[in-house]
């Protein structure tokens, strides 16, 4: 038996030598598990989310250079380190020596909220910073391609590294804020002190790339040792292969037929962990000569089969920049395509055989290699060495080639093109950055000499059918066609007859799919007609002014770099230094996250003895449990027990309002992803393999998953409730006018970056349990464990957005009842897929309305049904339901209204709490009804807003009058800052101009009550001590999610005390501490937990004030001696409640809220008419957040909210099967706004003067508002596609459900494409998926 080879590499400079490499490890794990480097962080596994980035580096003997890149080591195989210097986030500074200028700019300039993304994104740049010093804005937005953050709005983080850029000083000197003379960067002195950004470079300390780390010596002298020798490594289950010959290559395949490649482990990764594949032998062809050559030739350029994406892009660009334009045209077509493929750190690792080999029908190069005609060349020991070309007879069924199992691929002969030759690429994905295609397609045609007659023409698509597809029969017809007007109506004939899907087709999509081949070629038809112009050719037969309207529809789409202005009242001079009330500080623990020292739950050391749980759980949405088989699991090496219904030693019902849930599935699930058992092993990767090894029998039952079904089958959950004000019918009757309709809220994945994580630890003898969950309540999380265990929850949650706030029961008491029964701490985190799967979304919502207005557009009455989808349980679907159905007026007076929810139970996973709480839903539908009466009167959407807006002390539908009212204020201010009146005008005129590009401007107001509706919860605790060094702990109930609560309520308490920020330290929050805590949720939070630090160190203040007056010379220490040894406590708690809020529903009366949040946004968008893709230009935004604790975590609430508000009404679609499957699991499938999402220009202003009695030191709530102005976005789409149907004689208003995916915006565009492919009737085809 073949010796195991060591595998040495370095990490952090430190020399790694390990005798055991474990073929199926990643790096991650490594870092995480082996060398403790817990920075690095687990998001998503499947190289979606970046929150893995790591920097590479490696030498490169040939050219005698280091290269740096990025990476995920999620993906990155652990046997592939060898020879590597790996840098992590905990590599390049700390908080105990010296943050690098990368971590302490992020830190500063409030790039991290929840933290959990942050040691990722801090990686990515400084990836970028070791190859360019001084990038451009571009190139830095182009690094980020590949990480997400939840919690931002990626604005600060963009800010914070504009100041390594060059565009930076270029750019504060150019930038016009809209604010004019009142620009918070005019007040030059106070402005610098309050935000670092406005002065960088006296601010920070400079980035001197010279103080780098060096890489380490012996990967450079000895480069041929780690480079030129094979290695082996191998364990129980795999054997790993790094050949360095072709040679040894073929002979290993010959000898391992089975075996698989490796290279960027991009696919095989994937494969493995989420489709279940083993692959037993991996070979890495990553060293071999051949294979990694870039050779230019006579026709072509030749690339060697394991030539990375980022080295084949490097190539090209040299290529495109140094020979003629006619002969690049298929290189430039490939490097647009690589823009868009995947992200920096997939791109750096992944290869050119990696993408052809897998053969995925949405490959995004196959298509265009395809079109180009490129020739591989393969060999094997049988065989010998042959070429391929890829034609139409390449790809021989869904993930099959022309490559025969036993070949490997060599290289690909890219070719150059010809004068008379043109080619072009097009993809369209549901996100640009980092997603896979939709539909993509290359396409090539060369003509006769001199000529527009056809004499080849290569049309080649993919996501058209379970392989990438040659479209041969038009490509036949039309040889020998002349490039003119007759040409694209007997395409678009031929490729329907060729190409068209059915109904059913799975991908879904079908229309808009077939679509969106026609609008490809479409565009193609016009840029080459451009081109044959450019060259001057006679073209006939082509109608005037097409070239002039369609411009638009030519160029590829270029972003520039993003720009944003915040602006809020300064403190006082007068404000005492020392008081930070009211300063923009920033948030407290931002250091520690930037430099991956912040601890989350799976950070946590392992305990002695610990078990790793693994959730078994139903893959059928609803069924009989026939049978539920553990044994073969049990057998597992590895595997301590599995854990049910028949561990628990109480009650196995559970439930957050009503016990309507079990904590394991008994006899039935009615959902997928219901917990059934859980599989206790020594780790992570055997209790996860053992889980799936369980054998579970169904029977399975018709299921609902949508609000229809659930309709029709009568499947609702009480209570039914109405709220009523007024004589609704009697006006309906009598009004003017009346406005009918339907609209579709799509529910909301949260996607919290960290996912549901728990550790469950047996302690002492009493059966006490200490839970230690990512949890918004810890009081739920111990309430639920039952009643045979003190639960005793700490929290140590980021990112939550709701989702934590009952749902992450599902895990911790499970894990309780299993550390309780065998006296062991249990340990889990659910993967991104299982969290997806398990823990329930924002509701769906379907509203029917009737509005009656009058001749001026004002409301009279609404009549209206709200549906929302709540899932298997109820949860806390009726208070999300009651407070959408409080959120029916949005900012508008409704003089009469009858509001009424229904409450639809599916067979989908419970939903739940989600930030807003159902608001954007209800406020979504009232917009929607706004932009219908301004169509029907033929006014502006604003113009009747503006009309309609609640006047100081108009009441609500529910009675509570409108006080502090605002939001003709806020109105005002953005229409002014934004320009509005000017701006509608130039939109007017650019549409005018442009066919195939529209433009979009709307404003949308909003009024989110402030207040826990189930009145009870608005109550809070603190507990402050003060130590004798005068050092203060304080604690609350309140959980830090991200949101800066803690950082809020210290700035509370340092006030209040009289102390500096540095002497407050805070306590985690623990039911040990504060118990009876309510949820942080309601946006509620710092008004309650702050008004309650506020009277627990009143308290003490009361205390010390006799010493005080005794010394009033003396300092707090003095006072905090004296009091201590006059025997006087030092220790408060203090309690609020939040006077005079609730309401009675069987009256109708009282006041649900304290007070409202307001604010008001103005978004411009562009959208291509082509491809459904669109821009955001522009949001300006004016806030009332009364007088802000803390400007920069305001903002950065507002910022935050609003783009993950921009995700839920346009990127972001859940889709599940029929039959109740979720599609859309991972980042993957389902697309979270990315870095390049935000508006292109993002203006952000507190407004001035509006300070709030009701809440602690006159501020305002904000963690929900900011998030329903994203609709403005949704709505200037709909502006925008209002605009491309005119173009087709359609006027009037228009059903157009949220989201606003790309989809949506094609086919809403209506015009001579779409009108092909009408979508197939309801009920007369199985669709692949439905709207829930
Ligand atoms: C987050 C993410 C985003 C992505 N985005 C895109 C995208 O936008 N567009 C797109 O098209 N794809 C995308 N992909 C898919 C994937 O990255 C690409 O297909 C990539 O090119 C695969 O390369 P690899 O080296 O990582 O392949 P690996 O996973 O290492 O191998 C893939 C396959 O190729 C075979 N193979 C490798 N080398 C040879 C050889 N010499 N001879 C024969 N067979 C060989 C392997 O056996 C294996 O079957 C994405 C993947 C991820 C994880
Ligand atoms: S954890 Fe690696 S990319 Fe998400
Ligand atoms: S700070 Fe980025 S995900 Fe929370």
Same mark, same amino acid.
């Given at each position: 038996?073949?010796?195991?080879?060591?595998?040495?590499?370095?990490?952090?400079?430190?020399?790694?030598?390990?005798?055991?490499?474990?073929?199926?490890?990643?790096?991650?794990?490594?870092?995480?598990?082996?060398?403790?480097?817990?920075?690095?962080?687990?998001?998503?596994?499947?190289?979606?989310?970046?929150?893995?980035?790591?920097?590479?580096?490696?030498?490169?003997?040939?050219?005698?250079?280091?290269?740096?890149?990025?990476?995920?080591?999620?993906?990155?195989?652990?046997?592939?380190?060898?020879?590597?210097?790996?840098?992590?986030?905990?590599?390049?500074?700390?908080?105990?020596?010296?943050?690098?200028?990368?971590?302490?700019?992020?830190?500063?300039?409030?790039?991290?909220?929840?933290?959990?993304?942050?040691?990722?994104?801090?990686?990515?740049?400084?990836?970028?910073?070791?190859?360019?010093?001084?990038?451009?804005?571009?190139?830095?937005?182009?690094?980020?391609?590949?990480?997400?953050?939840?919690?931002?709005?990626?604005?600060?983080?963009?800010?914070?590294?504009?100041?390594?850029?060059?565009?930076?000083?270029?750019?504060?000197?150019?930038?016009?804020?809209?604010?004019?003379?009142?620009?918070?960067?005019?007040?030059?002195?106070?402005?610098?002190?309050?935000?670092?950004?406005?002065?960088?470079?006296? /601010?920070?300390?400079?980035?001197?790339?010279?103080?780098?780390?060096?890489?380490?010596?012996?990967?450079?002298?000895?480069?041929?040792?780690?480079?030129?020798?094979?290695?082996?490594?191998?364990?129980?289950?795999?054997?790993?292969?790094?050949?360095?010959?072709?040679?040894?290559?073929?002979?290993?395949?010959?000898?391992?037929?089975?075996?698989?490649?490796?290279?960027?482990?991009?696919?095989?990764?994937?494969?493995?962990?989420?489709?279940?594949?083993?692959?037993?032998?991996?070979?890495?062809?990553?060293?071999?000569?051949?294979?990694?050559?870039?050779?230019?030739?006579?026709?072509?350029?030749?690339?060697?089969?394991?030539?990375?994406?980022? $080295?084949?892009?490097?190539?090209?660009?040299?290529?495109?920049?140094?020979?003629?334009?006619?002969?690049?045209?298929?290189?430039?077509?490939?490097?647009?395509?690589?823009?868009?493929?995947?992200?920096?750190?997939?791109?750096?690792? /992944?290869?050119?055989?990696?993408?052809?080999?897998?053969?995925?029908?949405?490959?995004?190069?196959?298509?265009?290699?395809?079109?180009?005609?490129?020739?591989?060349?393969?060999?094997?020991?049988?065989?010998?060495?042959?070429?391929?070309?890829?034609?139409?007879?390449?790809?021989?069924?869904?993930?099959?080639?022309?490559?025969?199992?036993?070949?490997?691929?060599?290289?690909?002969?890219?070719?150059?093109?010809?004068?008379?030759?043109?080619?072009?690429?097009?993809?369209?994905?549901?996100?640009?950055?980092?997603?896979?295609?939709?539909?993509?397609?290359?396409?090539?045609?060369?003509?006769?000499?001199?000529?527009?007659?056809?004499?080849?023409?290569?049309?080649?698509?993919?996501?058209?059918?379970?392989?990438?597809?040659?479209?041969?029969?038009?490509?036949?017809?039309?040889?020998?066609?002349?490039?003119?007007?007759?040409?694209? +109506?007997?395409?678009?004939?031929?490729?329907?007859?060729?190409?068209?899907?059915?109904?059913?087709?799975?991908?879904?999509?079908?229309?808009?799919?077939?679509?969106?081949?026609?609008?490809?070629?479409?565009?193609?038809?016009?840029?080459?007609?451009?081109?044959?112009?450019?060259?001057?050719?006679?073209?006939?037969?082509?109608?005037?002014?097409?070239?002039?309207?369609?411009?638009?529809?030519?160029?590829?789409?270029?972003?520039?770099?993003?720009? /944003?202005?915040?602006?809020?009242?300064?403190?006082?001079?007068?404000?005492?230094?020392?008081?930070?009330?009211?300063? +923009?500080?920033?948030?407290?623990?931002?250091?520690?996250?930037?430099?991956?020292?912040?601890?989350?739950?799976?950070?946590?050391?392992?305990?002695?003895?610990?078990?790793?749980?693994?959730?078994?759980?139903?893959?059928?949405?609803?069924?009989? !449990?026939?049978?539920?088989?553990?044994?073969?699991?049990?057998?597992?090496?590895?595997?301590?027990?599995?854990?049910?219904?028949?561990?628990?030693?109480?009650?196995?019902?559970?439930?957050?309002?009503?016990?309507?849930?079990?904590?394991?599935?008994?006899?039935?699930?009615?959902?997928?992803? $219901?917990?059934?058992?859980?599989?206790?092993?020594?780790?992570?990767?055997?209790?996860?393999?053992?889980?799936?090894?369980?054998?579970?029998?169904?029977?399975?039952?018709?299921?609902?998953?949508?609000?229809?079904?659930?309709?029709?089958?009568?499947?609702?959950?009480?209570?039914?409730?109405?709220?009523?004000?007024?004589?609704?019918?009697?006006?309906?009757?009598?009004?003017?006018?009346?406005?009918?309709?339907?609209?579709?809220?799509?529910?909301?994945?949260?996607?919290?970056?960290?996912?549901?994580?728990?550790?469950?630890?047996?302690?002492?003898?009493?059966?006490?349990?200490?839970?230690?969950?990512?949890?918004?309540?810890?009081?739920?999380?111990?309430? *639920?464990?039952?009643?045979?265990?003190?639960?005793?929850?700490?929290?140590?949650?980021?990112?939550?957005?709701?989702?934590?706030?009952?749902?992450?029961?599902?895990? &911790?008491?499970?894990?309780?009842?299993?550390?309780?029964?065998?006296?062991?701490?249990?340990?889990?985190?659910?993967?991104?897929?299982?969290?997806?799967?398990?823990?329930?979304?924002?509701?769906?919502?379907?509203?029917?309305?009737?509005?009656?207005?009058?001749?001026?557009?004002?409301?009279?009455?609404?009549?209206?049904?709200?549906?929302?989808?709540?899932?298997? &349980?109820?949860?806390?679907?009726?208070?999300?339901?009651?407070?959408?159905?409080?959120?029916?007026?949005?900012?508008?007076?409704?003089?009469?209204?009858?509001?009424?929810?229904?409450?639809?139970?599916?067979?989908?996973?419970?939903?739940?709490?989600?930030?807003?709480?159902?608001?954007?839903?209800?406020?979504?539908?009232?917009?929607?009804?706004?932009?219908?009466?301004?169509?029907?009167?033929?006014?502006?959407?604003?113009?009747?807003?503006?009309?309609?807006?609640?006047?100081?002390?108009?009441?609500?539908?529910?009675?509570?009058?409108?006080?502090?009212?605002?939001?003709?204020?806020?109105?005002?201010?953005?229409?002014?800052?934004?320009?509005?009146?000017?701006?509608?005008?130039?939109?007017?005129?650019?549409?005018?101009?442009?066919?195939?590009?529209?433009?979009?401007?709307?404003?949308?107001?909003?009024?989110?009550?402030?207040?826990?509706? /189930?009145?009870?919860?608005?109550?809070?605790?603190?507990?402050?001590?003060?130590?004798?060094?005068?050092?203060?702990?304080?604690?609350?109930?309140?959980?830090?999610?991200?949101?800066?609560?803690?950082?809020?309520?210290?700035?509370?308490?340092?006030?209040?005390?009289?102390?500096?920020?540095?002497?407050?330290?805070?306590?985690?929050?623990?039911?040990?501490?504060?118990?009876?805590?309510?949820?942080?949720?309601?946006?509620?939070?710092?008004?309650?937990?702050?008004?309650?630090?506020?009277?627990?160190?009143?308290?003490?203040?009361?205390?010390?004030?006799?010493?005080?007056?005794?010394?009033?010379?003396?300092?707090?220490?003095?006072?905090?001696?004296?009091?201590?040894?006059?025997?006087?406590?030092?220790?408060?708690?203090?309690?609020?409640?939040?006077?005079?809020?609730?309401?009675?529903?069987?009256?109708?009366?009282?006041?649900?809220?304290?007070?409202?949040? $307001?604010?008001?946004?103005?978004?411009?968008?562009?959208?291509?008419?082509?491809?459904?893709?669109?821009?955001?230009?522009?949001?300006?935004?004016?806030?009332?957040?009364?007088?802000? !604790?803390?400007?920069?975590?305001?903002?950065?609430?507002?910022?935050?909210?609003?783009?993950?508000?921009?995700?839920?009404?346009?990127?972001?679609? $859940?889709?599940?099967?029929?039959?109740?499957? !979720?599609?859309?699991?991972?980042?993957?499938?389902?697309?979270?706004?990315?870095?390049?999402?935000?508006?292109?220009?993002?203006?952000?202003?507190?407004?001035?003067?509006?300070?709030?009695?009701?809440?602690?030191?006159?501020?305002?709530?904000?963690?929900?508002?900011?998030?329903?102005?994203?609709?403005?976005?949704?709505?200037?789409?709909?502006?925008?596609?209002?605009?491309? *149907?005119?173009?087709?004689?359609?006027?009037?208003?228009?059903?157009?459900?949220?989201?606003?995916?790309?989809?949506?915006?094609?086919?809403?565009?209506?015009?001579?494409?779409?009108?092909?492919?009408?979508?197939?009737?309801?009920?007369?085809?199985?669709?692949?998926?439905?709207?829930?």
């Amino acid at each position: 038996m073949e010796q195991p080879d060591v595998l040495v590499f370095y990490v952090n400079g430190r020399k790694i030598e390990e005798a055991n490499a474990d073929p199926e490890w990643t790096l991650l794990r490594y870092l995480r598990d082996k060398l403790r480097l817990t920075g690095t962080k687990l998001g998503c596994a499947e190289g979606g989310c970046g929150a893995c980035t790591v920097m590479v580096s490696t030498y490169d003997a040939q050219s005698d250079a280091i290269r740096h890149f990025s990476m995920n080591a999620c993906l990155a195989p652990l046997c592939a380190m060898h020879g590597l210097a790996v840098t992590t986030v905990e590599g390049i500074g700390s908080t105990r020596s010296k943050l690098h200028p990368v971590q302490e700019r992020l830190a500063r300039l409030h790039g991290s909220q929840c933290g959990f993304c942050t040691p990722g994104i801090i990686m990515s740049m400084y990836a970028l910073l070791r190859n360019h010093p001084v990038p451009s804005a571009q190139l830095m937005e182009e690094a980020f391609e590949g990480n997400l953050c939840r919690c931002t709005g990626y604005r600060p983080i963009l800010d914070g590294f504009k100041t390594f850029t060059k565009l930076d000083i270029k750019f504060l000197q150019e930038f016009k804020c809209p604010m004019g003379e009142n620009c918070c960067k005019n007040n030059a002195k106070t402005a610098a002190e309050e935000n670092p950004a406005v002065q960088v470079e006296e /601010a920070f300390a400079p980035y001197e790339p010279s103080q780098e780390p060096i890489f380490p010596p012996e990967l450079q002298l000895e480069s041929a040792k780690f480079t030129s020798r094979s290695l082996f490594f191998s364990s129980d289950r795999v054997k790993w292969f790094r050949p360095v010959t072709l040679q040894a290559l073929l002979e290993l395949r010959q000898k391992y037929p089975q075996s698989k490649l490796v290279i960027g482990n991009t696919e095989i990764g994937v494969e493995v962990k989420f489709k279940n594949l083993d692959y037993p032998v991996r070979i890495a062809p990553t060293h071999i000569p051949e294979l990694n050559c870039v050779t230019k030739l006579d026709d072509g350029i030749l690339f060697g089969s394991s030539v990375t994406l980022t $080295q084949m892009r490097g190539a090209l660009s040299d290529l495109v920049n140094t020979l003629p334009e006619s002969k690049t045209r298929v290189f430039r077509a490939i490097l647009e395509m690589l823009r868009w493929f995947a992200g920096q750190q997939v791109r750096n690792v /992944a290869a050119i055989a990696g993408n052809i080999i897998t053969a995925s029908p949405i490959s995004d190069l196959n298509p265009l290699f395809l079109a180009a005609g490129c020739v591989l060349k393969v060999a094997s020991m049988e065989g010998g060495t042959r070429e391929v070309k890829m034609d139409g007879d390449f790809f021989k069924g869904y993930r099959k080639t022309a490559v025969k199992p036993d070949e490997v691929m060599v290289s690909i002969l890219v070719p150059f093109t010809k004068e008379n030759e043109y080619f072009d690429g097009f993809k369209q994905a549901h996100r640009r950055d980092d997603d896979i295609s939709i539909v993509n397609a290359g396409m090539r045609v060369v003509f006769n000499e001199k000529s527009n007659e056809i004499e080849d023409i290569h049309l080649a698509f993919g996501g058209m059918a379970p392989v990438t597809v040659l479209a041969k029969k038009t490509m036949a017809n039309l040889v020998g066609k002349k490039w003119d007007d007759a040409l694209v +109506p007997e395409v678009c004939q031929s490729l329907q007859e060729e190409l068209q899907l059915a109904p059913g087709t799975p991908g879904g999509m079908e229309s808009y799919r077939n679509t969106l081949t026609m609008s490809f070629f479409f565009k193609f038809y016009l840029r080459v007609l451009q081109s044959l112009s450019d060259r001057k050719l006679q073209i006939v037969n082509v109608s005037d002014g097409l070239m002039s309207r369609s411009q638009s529809a030519l160029p590829v789409y270029e972003r520039g770099p993003s720009k /944003a202005s915040q602006y809020y009242d300064l403190s006082s001079v007068q404000q005492n230094q020392t008081d930070v009330v009211g300063r +923009p500080i920033p948030h407290l623990s931002a250091k520690k996250q930037a430099t991956g020292e912040a601890v989350y739950i799976d950070d946590i050391p392992k305990f002695e003895n610990e078990l790793y749980a693994a959730f078994v759980v139903s893959t059928k949405a609803h069924a009989e !449990l026939v049978s539920v088989d553990p044994s073969e699991a049990l057998k597992l090496p590895g595997v301590f027990d599995y854990i049910d219904h028949k561990d628990v030693p109480g009650s196995n019902s559970t439930g957050h309002v009503i016990k309507d849930e079990e904590v394991f599935a008994t006899t039935k699930v009615t959902t997928q992803g $219901q917990v059934i058992g859980l599989i206790l092993a020594n780790d992570q990767s055997t209790a996860q393999r053992a889980a799936k090894a369980v054998k579970i029998e169904y029977k399975e039952l018709t299921p609902i998953i949508t609000i229809e079904q659930a309709t029709e089958a009568n499947s609702f959950m009480p209570p039914k409730r109405t709220l009523r004000r007024g004589d609704v019918e009697k006006v309906l009757k009598e009004a003017p006018h009346v406005v009918e309709g339907e609209m579709r809220v799509g529910g909301q994945e949260h996607f919290y970056l960290e996912t549901h994580a728990c550790i469950a630890i047996p302690k002492g003898e009493d059966g006490e349990v200490e839970l230690i969950a990512s949890t918004q309540n810890p009081t739920a999380t111990q309430a *639920r464990t039952g009643c045979t265990f003190l639960g005793c929850p700490s929290e140590q949650n980021r990112g939550g957005f709701g989702g934590k706030e009952t749902r992450s029961t599902i895990i &911790s008491t499970p894990l309780a009842i299993a550390a309780s029964k065998h006296q062991r701490p249990v340990r889990s985190m659910l993967d991104r897929d299982e969290d997806m799967v398990i823990s329930g979304t924002r509701h769906p919502f379907l509203g029917k309305y009737k509005v009656a207005y009058n001749d001026d557009g004002k409301l009279l009455a609404v009549d209206i049904d709200l549906y929302s989808n709540c899932g298997n &349980s109820l949860d806390l679907s009726y208070s999300v339901m009651e407070r959408a159905m409080y959120h029916i007026d949005n900012a508008y007076y409704l003089p009469a209204s009858r509001v009424t929810g229904h409450l639809c139970k599916t067979n989908t996973p419970s939903n739940t709490a989600f930030r807003g709480f159902g608001g954007p839903q209800g406020m979504m539908i009232t917009e929607n009804w706004m932009t219908e009466i301004a169509a029907k009167l033929g006014k502006t959407t604003a113009e009747i807003q503006r009309a309609n807006l609640y006047q100081e002390k108009q009441c609500t539908p529910y009675g509570q009058p409108v006080i502090n009212c605002n939001l003709t204020k806020c109105w005002d201010e953005v229409i002014e800052k934004s320009d509005y009146e000017t701006r509608q005008k130039d939109i007017a005129q650019f549409n005018a101009d442009n066919r195939w590009k529209k433009r979009g401007l709307a404003l949308v107001p909003v009024k989110f009550g402030i207040a826990f509706t /189930a009145t009870f919860l608005n109550q809070a605790g603190a507990l402050v001590h003060v130590y004798t060094d005068g050092s203060v702990l304080l604690t609350h109930g309140g959980t830090e999610m991200g949101q800066g609560l803690h950082t809020k309520m210290v700035q509370v308490a340092s006030r209040a005390l009289g102390v500096p920020i540095e002497r407050v330290h805070i306590s985690e929050t623990s039911t040990a501490t504060v118990p009876n805590t309510s949820a942080t949720a309601a946006s509620a939070s710092s008004d309650l937990n702050g008004m309650a630090v506020l009277r627990a160190c009143g308290a003490i203040v009361e205390r010390l004030k006799p010493f005080k007056e005794r010394n009033p010379d003396g300092k707090w220490d003095d006072w905090v001696q004296a009091a201590y040894m006059d025997r006087v406590s030092l220790s408060a708690t203090g309690f609020y409640s939040t006077p005079d809020v609730g309401y009675d529903w069987e009256k109708g009366e009282g006041n649900p809220f304290n007070y409202f949040t $307001q604010g008001v946004a103005c978004s411009e968008v562009e959208i291509d008419c082509l491809t459904g893709d669109h821009t955001v230009r522009r949001t300006d935004i004016v806030m009332d957040v009364g007088n802000s !604790l803390n400007p920069a975590i305001d903002v950065g609430q507002i910022e935050g909210a609003f783009v993950q508000g921009y995700g839920m009404f346009t990127l972001e679609e $859940q889709r599940y099967s029929p039959d109740g499957f !979720l599609l859309t699991r991972g980042p993957g499938a389902y697309k979270i706004p990315a870095f390049t999402d935000i508006p292109l220009e993002f203006n952000v202003s507190l407004l001035r003067g509006a300070s709030n009695p009701k809440a602690v030191h006159s501020s305002k709530a904000i963690g929900e508002p900011p998030l329903f102005l994203s609709a403005s976005v949704f709505y200037a789409i709909k502006e925008a596609v209002k605009a491309a *149907r005119s173009e087709s004689g359609l006027t009037g208003s228009f059903r157009f459900d949220s989201p606003a995916t790309a989809e949506k915006i094609r086919m809403g565009c209506m015009d001579q494409f779409t009108e092909q492919f009408p979508a197939p009737a309801p009920g007369t085809y199985k669709p692949w998926y439905v709207n829930m």
